[in-house]
């Protein structure tokens, strides 16, 4: 028989709880998300896409020594070449320079919109959801009346009444916006705040703040962040819409959506000007839904298909 | 269903009430009023204008004035365009928004449809690919420049259709198909998803051991069961397609509401911007009651939400 040495004998493991253990080292819920956004590749790509068109709006307009104002009457409508890497629009206006300065307005529409949306939205619906009863029924029924005035409708009226400029537009985008979140944050609020945990936070004596920002909110943070992300586009495609009917940033600020309203009237002969703004409206919309579309998939993986 | 109904009536009155009230107060903020842009008037000729729009008197009477004229259904004087009533504009521009509006959502429910039941019927293949790439496009395109491009490559380089104005059947189809763009691909992604849902369901399975044909399991099973998210769709469509025939009639020439509205925002014609604002938003609200109204009786699972005490 074989004599087998005795150091390749290992003792078995005594306590019989270490052999159940599912060796999986724990994750928490936003890295559980990551990974699963992370499978994404469409989602991923439009993630990456984001980082690369916020990197250009920082930094692009550093890239060129020209400026996104200074008219050159005589480089006016230039095709793209070395010198003006996107062409020039018809002051002569650097279209590169400009479209990373738009970048920078657009963007800046869009995500302040969402975050004011955000805070509104999540104040509105949260207390709403929380206090329930006569409170949730009057702050409902003043969304449900707000929810029914025409979003384009107003925000048009109101430009036209308040004048053009970023803040006025932020304003006209955000006066009913916010509904949307209140209505989501509110559906979830309710949802929650029946859990045990927040029992035990009652029990504890916990403020009603507390409750709502430690408890509440984050445990709704996974469909806030979806509505938000999903809400950056329709403000930048507001934006675009409002240019085009003449309501956009005053001259000489460049915005995509400007950028574009003009390229169009000169579709005909200087199609550059129309190409880079809109293709980075595109891109931008597109990165913004697929990314939203992940991020649902990957807080609920029961929804995935 | 009749509380319901009544229920979501005063809610619609409430609303309009708002509009009217805010649309009211801020055209009197409105810099410089109606009649600055104009050329410097002698102080009578100000005075007799002011009388005869009603400006010389308190802000109540005209805010009451303005309100009894809403309801009926009187949307005041133009301010721009002399002797022409917002009411005249609405009359002469609305039945050409309707027909191209309705041409565009029979469009895009029908192409949007048959794109998201092929989408979901090939699910991974090259025709979902393909059906969403468009859906997508479709998303991230802004509708001017969707028809610009259109206008471009189609009626310009192509020749296949007119370039602009409203004669015939033939300058209908680009802007039906530039304004359908963003809602057919919204409806395809719906139709879509809900199809892919509708399809791992058991009765699906049960129609397929019948020995059923896939055409009929598809058209009697599966496509009506999908549909209806696509119903509650129609509300925000009214509104997509509405508000998206401001650019289109002002890129393709049309004479309708949409482009008069736009005319009247860059020539600040208060009034008119008022009138329209008003009689869009009664027409949305009605769409989405009448959406909301047709979903409870197409889909009878559906408890419309105020009838749950009363029957």
Redesign the interface.
Known sequence: MQQIPKEMFQPAIADSREAEKISKPSLSFWKDVFIRFRKNKLAMFGLVLLILLVFMAIFGPHMTKYDYATNDLMNTNQPPSSKHWFGTDELGRDIFARTWYGARVSLFIGLSAALIDLFIGVLWGGIAGYRGGKTDEVMMRIA???Y???????V???M??L?QGLGTMILAMTITGWINMARIVRGQVLQLKNQEYVLAAQTLGASTSRIMFKHLIPNAMGSILVTMTLSV?TAI?TE??LS????GVPQPLASW?TM??DG?QA??YYPWR?FFP?TF???T??AF??VGDGLRDALDPRLR? | MLRYISKRLL??L??LF??VT??FF??R???GGPFSSEKQVPPEIEKNLNEFYGLDRPWYNQYFDYLVSIAKWDFGPSFKYKGQTVNDLINEGFPVSFFLGMESLLLAISIGVLLGIIAALNHNKWQDYTAMVLA??G???????MA??LQ?FLA?KLGLFPVARWESLQHTVLPALALAATPMAFIARLTR?SM??VLSNDYIRTAKAKGLSRGQITVKHAVRNALLPVVTYLGPLS?QI??GS??IEK?FGIPGLGSHF?TS??N?D?TT??GV?VF??IL??VA?LLVDIAYGFIDPRIKLAGGKKGE
Request: include cysteine; charge should be neutral.
């Open positions: 449900d009346v707000l029914g005035v025409p979003y384009l409708l107003l048009i009226l109101l036209v009444i004048g586009p495609f675009a819409f085009y009917l003449g309501l959506g574009a309203s169009v579709l005909q129309l809109a409206i595109c891109l919309i597109f839904n697929v298909k | 809610y619609i409430m609303t708002l509009i805010v649309t801020l055209m903020a409105a810099p997508v496009l998303i991230s395109v802004p509708s001017f420049i610009s491009i471009y310009i998803s892919l849902e509104a509405l508000t401001f650019v890129i736009v925002i860059s600040r208060y911007i008022m604002t869009y938003s949305l609200l989405v």
